[in-house]
């Protein structure tokens, strides 16, 4: 999860960095700076450029913040698409996906909302992608389950998990194209009138909680070793994150001395994870676990899959279609469209999280249209180069602006590219196949719990004293866990004559996110209630103060290279939704002050959320 923030959105924990600070907001006007706003303050903000050894530090940091999220999707869809027993083809999957979120960050930073947010692979497109790999037509065959059966060369079992794949990625270039066109035509603000806290609520919970199965599958293999990778991040997440841990740093000022970092709060899952897995290696090692395949706890070995990195190759570019050429499913596009909507709606809110976060103003809404278009293009450029996935803004990356003090975009232009160069280097993916499936077992415990209580932390924004509010997100989870339960057990119930219909229904009935989040969205708008009882005033305020004709807006919003100022001339931009305004300076405008752009008094100040999907 995202740390635990002040009335001012951000944590009192300080990355001891020397540079310049930024000012936010103050309690009070002209009030003397106190030792608490010097702790409140950014070392640089999101315009700012630090130093390049600062930028590649920085963004090492959040590449590993990210870590956890980025590597488990691809484990996770390596048991959809018949892939548990062939880690190569496994390492190949996570180079792609650390490749192409890569390249997606640096688009979203330099074209997209220009904040500074990583972009990585979206739990959301999970659940459908899951859900469309259990139909009967794309059931893994049995000889698949076997490691002993497997030859992961022969063009058998080749096709075998690509056809899974290229069917995932036609659906999702598909489904992409509809948040392409919400993005870029400003329907987003349309779609965000009806969407409340009581449809986003079930919607993201049913993403952790429809996860159980994997979730136990993994740990259950040996529950020794999983429980104590689930206990050591608990550990280092909620017990240890207030303790710093000195590191030596150097400054032209100081010269070589040390700084507290608070290392747990910033790694907690990588932390976790290498501690056990390097446990796992003494067990192994020691032979204090099994050394039969048929023995319990066998699975928690880390020599099973050694050969892997030996034949991982050192560099391999990945490229669009390298699977085959995508095919195309209706029920499998549907499906991806609820995790899309679903994707969007978090998006916008980490962009005014993050916004606050990098001492930037609220973003104007061609930024936000622009942002969600370019995530739009992200996914369709995950699907295109055969991830399995598609891309989403990551809330813990921008928990950890809070926790850095350091909110300049180049920072995770500097992330962005190191996530490309591992992603060009296959052992590197190969490294992270090795993990010990207990081990990621215990990881899924934490990650998908935390999934669904973000999910329903949504609901602080509606009046849960109503017994309207509590049936509707009631009868919504429940129908969503029953429902996708039921048909999973019963295939066969579907039948209405239509292949392509009964394809489409298996599809969404057995996707808990969408069956919960269509109730939930369906209630919600027609049973009658207020906009205060439903949460939908406080839900919006974050939109609310709109600062787009200011000029801190446009230094931070504002297209590079010039592109603006270019446009700026012609009469058409302003009927292009995410093209920015030729909006006047400060300067121009008599009486106002640029210090006043940063608080606006008479308004309240927005109340900023970060949607979590992993800690």
């Known amino acids: ?50 130093p390049w050894y600062l930028c590649i530090i920085l963004g090492i940091q959040h590449c590993l913040t990210a870590f956890g999220g980025i590597i488990a999707i691809p484990l996770i869809l390596s048991q959809g698409l018949c892939l548990q027993h062939d880690s190569l083809t496994q390492g190949h999957l996570i180079s792609t996906i650390f490749f192409v979120s890569g390249v997606c960050t640096l688009l979203q930073v330099t074209f997209g909302i220009r904040l500074p947010i990583l972009q990585g ?64 035509s400003g329907l987003i603000g349309l779609f965000m009138r009806f969407i ?62 040390t700084s507290k970092i608070y290392i747990f709060q910033i790694l907690p899952v990588l932390l976790g994870i290498t501690l056990s897995w390097l446990i796992c290696y003494i067990f192994t090692i020691s032979d204090v676990l099994p050394s039969q395949p048929e023995q319990y706890g066998y699975l928690a070995r880390t020599d099973l899959k050694g050969d892997v990195i030996v034949q991982a190759p050192w560099f391999r570019f990945p490229y669009p279609c390298q699977w085959g050429l995508p095919t195309v499913s209706l029920a499998g596009v549907v499906g991806i469209l609820a995790g899309v909507i679903s994707s969007m709606i978090e998006s916008v ?51 950890a602006l809070g926790i850095t003090k350091v909110g300049s975009r180049m920072v995770i232009v500097a992330g962005g590219v190191l996530l490309i160069i591992m992603g060009l280097f296959g052992k590197i993916g190969a490294i992270f196949t090795t993990i010990p499936t207990p081990v990621v077992g215990g990881m899924f415990l934490v990650m998908f719990g935390v999934i669904s209580a973000a999910g329903v932390s949504n609901l602080q924004y509606a009046d849960m004293n109503s017994s309207r509010n509590i049936f509707i997100f009631g009868f919504s989870m429940f129908s969503g866990l029953v429902i996708p339960n039921w048909i999973f057990k019963n ?43 439903r949460g939908i005033i406080a839900w919006n305020k974050i939109h609310l103060n709109d600062s787009s004709n200011t000029l801190e807006s446009s230094e931070v919003y504002n297209l590079p290279f010039g592109i603006s100022s270019c446009l700026s001339s012609y009469t058409w931009v302003r009927y292009v939704p995410f093209l920015p305004l030729n909006a006047p300076s400060s300067q121009d405008k008599p009486g106002v002050d640029s210090s006043e752009t940063h608080k606006q008094p008479g308004k309240p100040e927005p109340s900023h959320i970060i949607r979590s999907v992993a800690l």
Request: glycine content about 10%; proline content about 7%; hydrophobic content about 40%.
């Open 491 to 533: 295939p066969d119930a579907i039948a209405t004559g239509v292949v392509e219909l009964d394809q489409l229904l298996q599809v969404l009935l057995t996707t808990s996110m969408f069956v919960g989040g269509f109730f939930g969205f369906f209630l919600d708008n027609t049973i009658p209630g207020t906009k205060r009882e």
């Open 196 to 257: 409340g806290p009581l449809t986003i609520a079930p919607t993201i919970s049913l993403i952790g909680l429809s996860l159980y199965d994997s979730a136990g599958m993994n740990a259950g293999n040996h529950w020794g070793i999983s429980t104590m990778t689930t206990a050591l991040i608990i550990l280092f997440s909620q017990y240890l994150r207030h303790i710093p841990v000195p590191f030596p740093t150097y400054s032209k000022t100081k010269k070589l001395h």
């Open 349 to 399: 809110g980490d962009y005014h999280a993050c916004a606050r976060l990098s001492g930037a103003p609220p973003p104007p809404k061609h930024a936000i249209n622009r942002g969600i278009g370019i995530e739009g293009l992200g996914c369709l450029l995950a699907g295109a180069w055969g991830t399995g996935n598609g891309t989403t803004s990551y809330s813990e990356n921008v928990g």
């Open 121 to 184: 692979g979206t739990f959301t497109l999970l659940a459908p992608s899951m859900a469309m790999l259990s139909m009967p037509e794309w059931t893994c065959p049995a000889w698949t389950q076997n490691a002993s059966m497997v030859n992961t060369t022969s063009p058998e079992y080749v096709e075998v998990w690509q056809s899974r794949m290229r069917a995932l990625q036609g659906s999702i270039m598909v489904g992409s194209l509809f948040q392409v066109l919400v993005g870029f």
């Open 1 to 50: 999860m995202a740390p635990e923030k002040e009335s001012n959105g951000l944590e009192n924990y300080a990355f001891a960095i020397d540079g310049r600070f930024c000012d936010l907001e103050k309690d009070g006007e002209g009030s003397d700076p106190s030792e608490e706003d010097d702790k409140n303050r950014l070392a640089y903000c999101v315009t700012d450029v630090p």
